[in-house]
C-alpha cells in the first residue's frame, strides 16, 4: 500500500465504522475525531486494532497524543512515520 | 512494581449455577439480537446466597487446594468487592474472621471498584515482604449483583453482570503460580466517568437511587462534548498501553512470552476489535469465551478465569499469564503471573 492508500483506508475505516452515522455524511480527513468525540477509549483502540491488522503498523504507547489523533489526515501522517520502525 | 518471592499457593472459587441468557431472552429481559451480536452464554446467579458468603466458600476452597496451609496461618486477609455486601455499618471481612480465620489476622475490605484483587495482591505482597515473619495472605473478591437498585441483565452494554466469590492465597514460599509484577494507576482526570452528574451528598443508596453505568458513561461523555472533546479518552488508551509495557518489562517478558491473557469480562466486539488487536492477538489468546458464558464478575472476572484456564488444561507449568483490569476511577491494572504447578487438587 502507498501513503495515499494508507490515508484513503484510513478515512474510509473511520468514517464506516467509528463516524456516528448522522455525521458521516460531513465527515473527511480534516473532520476533527476529538471534537466530534469519534475517538474515545474503545474507538482509539478499535482505530489502532486497524492500524495494526490492516495498514501492519504498531502504534506504540508515547505516540497516543492528541495531536496524531486530530483528524485522519494527522493519524496518516503518524501511520506513515512509524511504518519504516514497524519489525516487518 | 516487582513483587519477588510472591506466590500464589491456590485459588478458590465459588461460583453459582448460570442462568443461560436464553432464560433472560424469554423471561424478556435481555434482547435476543444482542445475546447473537454479543455472544453472550449467560450469569452466574448466586439467588439469595450473600457475597460474603460466596467470598467464604471460595476461602475454603483456596484451603482445601493449599496443601495444609491453615487459617491460623495468615497475616493478613483483604476483602475486595465492588457492590453492596449486607447491612450497613457492618463489613464482609469479619464475616471471614468470624467464620475462618478468627480475629488475629488484619482484616480490612478494599473497596477499589473492578481492580479491587489487583491492588490486594499488591498491598499483599508489600505488606508480607515487609517483615521476614510473615508468610501468608488471604485475599479475597465476591460480589452478589441479584439486589434492587441494579438490574445485572442490563447494566452495561455488550456484556451482562454474573456473581461469584473467589479467593487467592499467597504466600512467600512457593505455590502453583509465581507473581513477577503488578502495577495500577488511575487516570483520576476521569474520575466523574461513573458519577452520572448525581449529587454525592446523600449517596445514591441512602436514597435508593438506581445505577445503571450505560447511562452514566453516557452522561459524561456528553460532559465531555459541553468541555471540548474526547481528548481526556486517548489518555486511557495509552495510559493502558504504558502500564501493559511497563508490567510485562517488569516482569522480564514480552508479549510474545505469554499464554493467555485475561481481560474484564466485557463486550466481545469492543475486545476482539480493540485491544485483542492491537495487542497483535486473537480472542483464543484470551478468556473472553469463558467470561460470556459467566458474566461480568464485578472484582473477580481475571482471577476466576485463570482458575478456570488451570483446571481445564489450558496453562501448563512455565506459562506465563498477563491480566489486565479496568475499573472505576478510571483504574487501569495489570499483572503477570508464571505458572509453576497445577493446582493440587479440583474440588
Do not use: K
Amino acid at each position: 500500500m502507498t501513503a495515499t492508500d494508507d490515508a484513503a483506508a484510513l478515512t474510509a475505516f473511520i468514517r464506516e465504522r467509528l463516524v456516528p452515522r448522522e455525521l458521516q455524511d460531513r465527515f473527511d480527513e480534516t473532520s476533527p475525531l476529538l471534537e466530534w468525540g469519534v475517538l474515545d477509549s474503545i474507538s482509539t483502540a478499535v482505530l489502532l486494532g486497524f492500524i495494526r491488522r490492516e495498514l501492519g503498523v504498531i502504534v506504540p504507547a508515547a505516540q497516543i497524543e492528541p495531536a496524531n489523533f486530530a483528524d485522519a489526515r494527522s493519524v496518516a501522517a503518524m501511520v506513515r512515520r512509524l511504518a519504516p520502525l514497524t519489525p516487518g | 512494581m516487582r513483587t519477588p518471592g510472591t506466590y500464589v499457593r491456590s485459588i478458590g472459587v465459588h461460583l453459582p449455577p448460570v442462568t443461560a441468557i436464553g432464560t433472560a431472552i424469554t423471561s424478556g429481559r435481555y434482547p435476543a439480537d444482542e445475546a447473537e451480536r454479543f455472544g453472550l452464554g449467560g450469569a452466574a446467579v448466586a439467588g439469595e446466597v450473600p457475597a460474603p458468603e460466596l467470598a467464604l466458600r471460595a476461602a475454603r476452597h483456596a484451603f482445601e487446594r493449599s496443601g495444609g496451609l491453615l487459617p491460623a496461618d495468615l497475616d493478613l486477609l483483604l476483602y475486595a468487592d465492588v457492590w453492596h455486601q449486607g447491612p450497613a455499618g457492618w463489613q464482609p471481612q469479619y464475616y471471614l474472621q468470624q467464620h475462618l480465620t478468627g480475629g488475629d489476622v488484619l482484616a480490612i475490605e478494599l473497596r477499589h471498584g473492578c481492580c479491587g484483587l489487583f491492588s490486594a495482591l499488591e498491598v499483599a505482597a508489600s505488606y508480607l515482604r515487609a517483615d521476614a515473619a510473615r508468610h501468608a495472605a488471604l485475599l479475597v473478591g465476591a460480589d452478589n449483583h441479584g439486589t434492587p437498585l441494579v438490574d445485572r441483565w442490563r447494566m452495561f452494554a455488550g456484556t451482562v453482570m454474573g456473581d461469584a466469590g473467589c479467593a487467592l492465597l499467597v504466600t512467600t514460599d512457593g505455590g502453583i503460580a509465581e507473581v513477577l509484577s503488578v502495577s495500577l494507576t488511575t487516570l483520576c482526570e476521569a474520575e466523574p466517568v461513573n458519577d452520572g452528574g448525581v449529587p454525592m451528598f446523600p449517596p445514591d443508596a441512602t436514597v435508593g437511587r438506581p445505577l445503571d453505568f450505560v447511562a452514566r458513561n453516557r452522561d459524561f461523555r456528553e460532559r465531555l462534548m459541553a468541555q471540548g472533546g474526547t481528548s481526556l479518552l486517548l489518555g486511557v488508551q495509552r495510559t493502558l498501553m504504558e502500564l501493559i509495557d511497563q508490567t510485562l518489562a517488569e516482569a522480564g517478558i514480552a508479549l510474545p512470552d505469554v499464554a493467555r491473557v485475561a481481560f474484564p469480562h466485557g463486550r466481545r466486539d469492543d475486545l476482539e476489535n480493540g485491544a485483542v488487536a492491537w495487542l497483535g492477538l486473537t480472542l483464543a489468546d484470551t478468556t473472553w469465551e469463558y467470561g460470556a458464558s459467566i458474566g461480568h464478575l464485578g472484582v473477580s472476572d481475571q482471577f476466576v478465569a485463570l482458575d478456570h484456564l488451570l483446571a481445564t488444561g489450558a496453562l501448563a507449568a512455565g506459562d506465563h499469564v498477563l491480566l489486565i483490569g479496568l475499573g472505576a476511577g478510571i483504574t487501569l491494572a495489570a499483572a503477570v503471573l508464571r505458572i509453576l504447578d497445577l493446582p493440587r487438587e479440583d474440588t
